[in-house]
Structure formats: structure tokens, C-alpha cells
């Protein structure tokens, strides 16, 4: 390659933004995330980038008429702790993302959720690093068994969004590895990521994209991986010290302060600040990336292909119905019988949609936007808008329970919606709460005085159901006076059909929680966002005074994070705290019985045990292995998806993954099982009782 070849291939353009940079190859662009030219002569096509968590993004619609296929929230597929289930979805996402021309897709989100207000939570899969990383790991490989790229992001540490661009994260080694490092490192070696997108914020003092220890340290030497770093867009910080600290590529350049892998890179080259064998590395990691994903042996047409959205959209509806929670079900309300003769539904726009989480992973799903309201203020003004996908679970009801009269009033009168209620046979309360990328939420009550129109119909109805459509966990006053409560998350484009089959016992609900739910705000480590005062202050003042610091200017800021590695349950336990709903935690409509516990510690540590569905309807069945030594907490080391018909039983082997009976060591480096005796649970989720066993395991160690 020509020096001219492998520079051009460090840098990639922002399409909306390109006609600003002389030289840009605006003509061979599309409306999209990214564009970096190719290298024809020698077969390397143009890497044409896409955002694509929940489906090929498309987010205010700058592809006009071009729909894609919308899964559910990421929190929904974490739910359904099936690595089968994220597969699915990321070969889904593949398959259409590679008809539609893209080759790159900006997936595999797997930051963990250590607050629960946290704003992009419903794209990522939880708190615990064993299940994120083995999610992330299965959607990732999905999507490249199409022979396209998929990222895992946002390395690392990036837990918020407030501030996101200038917060310092700041955790001890030890801990950050055993927590939101592990979950990136066990996603790596499942999915085998062409590229990682390092994140916005900085990470104990330096910005994660140049971040030496995080890149260079970490990823390449530890991890051996050997695919390329591209920044997050608008997250690069500088030339010299970006490249040698492991950067690879600046994606999205024009939203950067300057376009500094152009220009000064060269400049930097020429004058031996950075060496050409970096240079050399940059460009061959990139091009390892893409063999090893298969784009250079089978690149991606240039027109676009048909595709099955009927099929994709039974993905969809898999992912849902496998990871909607039931929550509470007392007195069985639930199944709701299809005899039932009159049924209400209030509030959520229930009659037109299901609601979706904003930002760049918003979706335009095939059949529209019923509802779509744009921001006027905000960091996510630009780029988002609230919107639900056209799928109503007013329809859904009524095509699965023909003969009921299933009515629908909006909820925003509470007299109106009790009286309703009242009238009916069945209630059912579809609260929201809107989260976007970019922002976080001040509160965990849900808005719009919905906690008051709950309590309102359920004293006018003691059959009252209530299906949350969240970004993640919110306070629920009104639990107690709430026979049946659905977490029903951001179910995607065929949501309202879940949440029908959910109901009517079509499909026996079988998710359970990744996200720990706190019973008040103070519960968590931090009861309110870091720096969001700080950040509204600046925001009044440039409103006030145009010559004020936009908040993008402002000051940085660190947050500490005193849980360590003890992440969400682990947290919970430690503190002596009783969540409302802990994490794994999920109802049936049928009973399960765990029996004749086992445990071996001759290869490792691995359980079996007798899983017996002793109820009267087939079932899926989560049962999860914690393991605690020490004064430790418990971790979760290994679980299983079991589904079982009426009476049937299972031999159920659950083999622990040895990093999580571990500790880091920096003095090692690397992980270090203690010689001792370990506390062993099999349960229903972290504050089940369930079997229970000692295993005294001899000490060992593990390369980091």
C-alpha cells in the first residue's frame, strides 16, 4: 500500500457532515454513521458504518422511506438470559444492515448498568459481567455471520451520560477488571469483534480513547486481541497521543474538534513523532478486522437487496416474549382468560404502539411511527425524538381474545380512566417512561403523574394489570394495590403481540431481571446523576448570555465509584440492602422444583441438579449458579434456559467460568482463585434461598 493508501484508512468521514472537508468522497457516500473510502485497486470496498444496537438505525430519518426491522431493547434480550436469543438478533440485524450496503455495524453494547437512571441502560444488557459478556458475545457473533463487522462498545467504563464527554471515571484496577473490564473481555473472546469503539469519557484520568492502559495495555497485550480501535464520534482528543496509545481509527471526524487523524497526522508522521510501523500496526489491524470477518472475501453488494421482514419480524417477536418479566401475579390474574367480556386499556398510546428508547440506535421500524414527538432542548434534540413502533397492543388483544370488548381510553384524565376501569372486567395500565442516549433521567418515578392514574384504577378495579414499557427499573408506589405487573421494557416492533400472548397465556412468560430494581432512589450507590446540577446551571446560562461555556465546555468532572466490582446485586448484598425485585428474578405461570444437588470441584467447579417443572403448563425455566468465598458477596459464575413440559425433568450441569470465583491481582498480574471454601447456590435469581453447598477449591491462577 501507498503511504496516501494506508492514511486514508485511519480516518472516516460523518456523512451529514462530509461537504465541510475539502476532498471528502461525498458522491460514494450515503446517509449513514460513517464512510471510509476503500482501496479498489487492491479489493478493500468502501466501509460504509451503521448504528445498529436494536436494528439498522436510521434515526431522524435521514435515508427517507428506509425501514428496518426493530428488536427489542437490549435490557429485553439480556432478560431472556438466552445466548440463542441474542444470536438471532444480531444475525438479523446482519443480514439486513448487509442488504441495505453496510459492511460495518456499530453494535455490541455491553457497558454495565451501575445506576439505574442511567439513560442508555435499555441498550446495554445489565449488571452482571458474566451475563453481558456472554449476550454481547452471541449478538456480535450474529451479526458477523453475515461476513460483516460488528464493534463491541463503549471501552470502557462509560456509565453515564451526564457529562458524558468530559466525566473521568475513576475505579481501582482490580475492580474495574473484575466488573466492566470482564464483561468486555468475555464478549471479545465469544464474538471475536472486528473492532472495539472506545468511549467518550475519560477513565482514571485520561480519555478513553487515548487512554494507554485501556488500549495498549488491556486490550492488545492482555487480551492479545488483534482487530482495530475506532473512536466513538466526536471522542478523539488529539493526534500524537491518541495513535500511541492504541487508537486506531477516528471515526466520524468532522464532530471531533478537529480532524485530527488528517492534516497533523501526516505532519506527526513526517517528522517522526509518530513512527511508521504505528502507522504500519493502524492500518493492519484494520484490514486483520475485516478478513477476519469475512467482508474482504465476500464484500457487500452496492444495491440494495430484498429482504424477508416477515421472518425478521418473527426475531423480534421471539426476542420479546422471551424476555418480558412478569414481575407479580397475585391471586392468578394472570393468564387473563379470553372469555373475559370487557377489557379497558389506558394510557401508553396503547392503541397505535409500543414504545421505543431514543438515541442512535433509534430504528424506524417497518410500518412507521404512529407517534413521534421531537425534542426542543437537550443534549439529544438533534438526533432523537420520542417514538413508538406501529405495533398496537389494542389490535393484538383484540385479535387474540375475539370476543371480549376491548376498549381504550389515553390515561391523561385519571377520573376518566377510573371510571372506565370500573366498568370493565380487566384493566390493564400501560405505563412509560422515555429514556434516549445522551441524557439521563432525574427521577425513577414514572413522569406524567402516571403513579396517580395507576392508583386511581386500581381502586376502581381490583383486576388491575399493569405493563411497564421502560428504559429500566422504576419505583412502583402502588405495587401493593396491583394484582399483576408486566416489565415489558421496550418490546420492539411486534411488542404489542408479545405483550398479548403474555396476557392470554399464549406464551408463558420466562424472562428475568438483569437489572437489580431498587425499592427507593437512595438504594443505589448513587441516589442522583453526578454533575447533572452543574450541567443545567451551564445549560441556563448560555441560554442567558450566548458568550457562556456551552456545557460541552465545561470543566470535566469525576465521579468515584465506591461499589467496586460489586456491581448491582452485589451491591445489594454487601450493603445489606433488600431490592424491590432482585437481579434474575422473573414469575411463571407454572412451578418449578430444584432437587439432588451436586457439587465437583475435580475440574474447576460444576453443579448438577434435578430442575422438575411440577405445574400444569410447558415452561422455561432460569436456573442461575452463585458463588461466593470469603466475605465476598455472591457472583454469579453460570446459568442455564431450561424449557420443560408439565411433569418433566432435567439433569441440569452448570460449570462455573473460573474468572468469576476469582480476584485480580496486580501483583500477579492476573486472576488468582484463593485456596479456600467457596459458598455455592443454585436459585431462582441473587436473593433466592434455593440448594445450597460448600466446595473448597485448591488456589490457582489465570493470565489476565
Known amino acids: 500500500m501507498t503511504q496516501d493508501e494506508k492514511l486514508q484508512l485511519i480516518h472516516g468521514y460523518f456523512p451529514p457532515f462530509a461537504e465541510r472537508t475539502p476532498g471528502a468522497p461525498v458522491a460514494d457516500m450515503i446517509p449513514s454513521a460513517g464512510h471510509i473510502p476503500g482501496v479498489p485497486r487492491l479489493g478493500i470496498p468502501n466501509l460504509r458504518e451503521s448504528d445498529a444496537s436494536l436494528g439498522v438505525a436510521n434515526q431522524v430519518e435521514q435515508r427517507k422511506g428506509d425501514t428496518a426491522t426493530a428488536l427489542p431493547s437490549s435490557l429485553t434480550t439480556a432478560a431472556s438470559f438466552d445466548p440463542e436469543i441474542a444470536y438471532a438478533g444480531g444475525a438479523m440485524i446482519g443480514s439486513e444492515a448487509r442488504a441495505k450496503t453496510f459492511n460495518i455495524l456499530l453494535a455490541g453494547g455491553v457497558n454495565l448498568t451501575r445506576d439505574p437512571w442511567n439513560g442508555r441502560n435499555f441498550e446495554y444488557l445489565g449488571e452482571d459481567p458474566l451475563l453481558a459478556g456472554i449476550m454481547a458475545g452471541e449478538h456480535i457473533r450474529g451479526v458477523q455471520s453475515n461476513h460483516i ?40 473472546e465469544r464474538g471475536n469483534p472486528g473492532s472495539v469503539m472506545c468511549a467518550y469519557n475519560k477513565v482514571n484520568g485520561d480519555w478513553a480513547c487515548e487512554n494507554d492502559f485501556l488500549l495498549n495495555q488491556v486490550l492488545k497485550r492482555d487480551w492479545a486481541y488483534d482487530g482495530w480501535v475506532m473512536s466513538d464520534w466526536g471522542a478523539v482528543h488529539s493526534t500524537e497521543k491518541a495513535a500511541l496509545a492504541g487508537l486506531d481509527q477516528a471515526s466520524g471526524q468532522e464532530l471531533d474538534r478537529a480532524l485530527y487523524f488528517e492534516a497533523p497526522f501526516r505532519e506527526a508522521l513526517a517528522a517522526g513523532r509518530i513512527p511508521e510501523a504505528r502507522l504500519d500496526d493502524m492500518v493492519r ?9 469475512g ?13 424477508d421482514y416477515a421472518k425478521n419480524a418473527e426475531v423480534a417477536q421471539r426476542a420479546a416474549e422471551a424476555g418480558i418479566v412478569l414481575l407479580r401475579n397475585e391471586g392468578g390474574v394472570l393468564p ?7 377489557i379497558v386499556l389506558i394510557g401508553g398510546h396503547a392503541d397505535v404502539g409500543v414504545l421505543s428508547g431514543g438515541g442512535s440506535s433509534q430504528v424506524r421500524s417497518v410500518g412507521g411511527a404512529p407517534v413521534e414527538i421531537p425534542l426542543t432542548s437537550g443534549a ?14 389494542l389490535n393484538a388483544i383484540r385479535a387474540v381474545a375475539p370476543d371480549a370488548t376491548v376498549t381504550y381510553v389515553d390515561g391523561k384524565d385519571p377520573a376518566a380512566a377510573a371510571a372506565a376501569a370500573r366498568a370493565a372486567d380487566i384493566a390493564v395500565v400501560f405505563a412509560t417512561q422515555w429514556t434516549t442516549e445522551a441524557q439521563d433521567v432525574e427521577t425513577l418515578s414514572l413522569p406524567d403523574g402516571q403513579d396517580a392514574l395507576i392508583e386511581a384504577v386500581a381502586a376502581a378495579n381490583g383486576k388491575t394489570v399493569v405493563v411497564l414499557e421502560t428504559g429500566g427499573p422504576v419505583l412502583t408506589p402502588w405495587l401493593s394495590k396491583t394484582p399483576a405487573v408486566i416489565q415489558a421494557w421496550y418490546p420492539g416492533q411486534r411488542g404489542g403481540e408479545a405483550i398479548a400472548r403474555i396476557l392470554f397465556g399464549e406464551v408463558n412468560p420466562s424472562g428475568r431481571l438483569p437489572i437489580t430494581f431498587p425499592a427507593s432512589a437512595d438504594q443505589p450507590p448513587r441516589p442522583t446523576v453526578p454533575g447533572i446540577d452543574a450541567l443545567k446551571s451551564a445549560e441556563a446560562a448560555a441560554a442567558a448570555n450566548p458568550g ?11 465521579v468515584d465509584y465506591p461499589e467496586g466490582s460489586d456491581v448491582g446485586y452485589r451491591w445489594y448484598e454487601r450493603e445489606g440492602k433488600k431490592p424491590l425485585f432482585p437481579f434474575g428474578y422473573g414469575l411463571s405461570y407454572t412451578r418449578f422444583a430444584y432437587s439432588n444437588l451436586t457439587v465437583s470441584n475435580a475440574d474447576g467447579l460444576s453443579v448438577s441438579l434435578d430442575v422438575t417443572n411440577t405445574g400444569d403448563r410447558a415452561g422455561a425455566e432460569v436456573p442461575q449458579l452463585y458463588v461466593a468465598g470469603g466475605d465476598r458477596p455472591k457472583r454469579l459464575a453460570a446459568f442455564a434456559r431450561v424449557t420443560l413440559a408439565p411433569g418433566e425433568t432435567r439433569r441440569v450441569v452448570l460449570t462455573a467460568e473460573p474468572r468469576i470465583l476469582a480476584d485480580y491481582d496486580t501483583a500477579l498480574p492476573g486472576w488468582r482463585i484463593a485456596s479456600e471454601t467457596y459458598r455455592i447456590t443454585v436459585a431462582r435469581d441473587a436473593a433466592d434461598a434455593g440448594l445450597s453447598a460448600n466446595a473448597t477449591l485448591s488456589g490457582t491462577t489465570i493470565k489476565p
Do not use: C, Y
Open 336 to 342: 387473563l382468560a379470553k372469555t373475559a367480556k370487557r
Open 295 to 307: 467482508v474482504l472475501d465476500a464484500p457487500v453488494v452496492t444495491t440494495e437487496q430484498p429482504i
Open 285 to 293: 489491524r484494520v484490514l486483520v478486522g475485516l478478513i477476519e470477518t
Open 548 to 558: 457562556a461555556p456551552q456545557a460541552g465546555e465545561l470543566q470535566g468532572f469525576h
Open 149 to 188: 463487522v460488528s464493534t463491541v462498545k463503549h471501552f470502557a467504563f462509560n456509565s453515564q451520560e451526564t457529562g458524558r464527554m468530559i466525566m473521568d471515571a475513576r475505579l481501582d484496577e482490580a475492580a474495574l477488571r473484575e466488573s466492566d473490564l470482564l464483561a468486555f473481555q468475555i464478549a471479545i
Open 380 to 393: 439529544a434534540a438533534s438526533f432523537a425524538r420520542v417514538t413508538w413502533h406501529a405495533s398496537s397492543p
